[in-house]
């Protein structure tokens, strides 16, 4: 079964970077369909911060576009998330997530134990 275990949280002036690890185990990259990364900020739901295909595919959330970067290194089987210019507003509980499609329907979603990422002004 796939898991998931985030790293790479802290503390951060405005301004600073931080890349978060998402180190996956239990199935190949190649074979689940979407990683992602979500956040969840003080008093909001969780959202989609970026996402990358099996093929390699990125997008990202224009709230965080040209800032973040999500990326991979297929031999380690890790997603990163590179988090440059951070801001105040990112802070934030930050969570990997594995997308898994099924033949048959319903989706089976993957979430690691969140890691903490509080940016100070």
């Known amino acids: 079964q796939v898991q998931l275990v985030e790293s790479g949280g802290g503390l951060v002036q405005a301004g600073g970077s931080l890349r978060l690890t998402c180190a996956v185990s239990g199935r190949n990259l190649f074979n689940i369909n979407i990683m992602g990364w979500y956040r969840q900020r003080p008093g909001q739901q969780r959202e989609s911060v970026a996402t990358i295909t099996s093929t390699g595919r990125t997008n990202h959330e224009d709230s965080v576009k040209g800032r973040f970067t999500i990326s991979r290194d297929i031999p380690k089987n890790t997603v990163y998330l590179q988090m440059d210019r951070l801001q105040p507003d990112d802070t934030a509980v930050y969570y990997c997530?594995?997308?898994?499609?099924?033949?048959?329907?319903?989706?089976?979603?993957?979430w690691g134990q969140g890691t903490q990422v509080t940016v100070s002004s």
């Open positions: 997530n594995a997308r898994l499609i099924k033949i048959f329907g319903g989706d089976e979603y993957v």
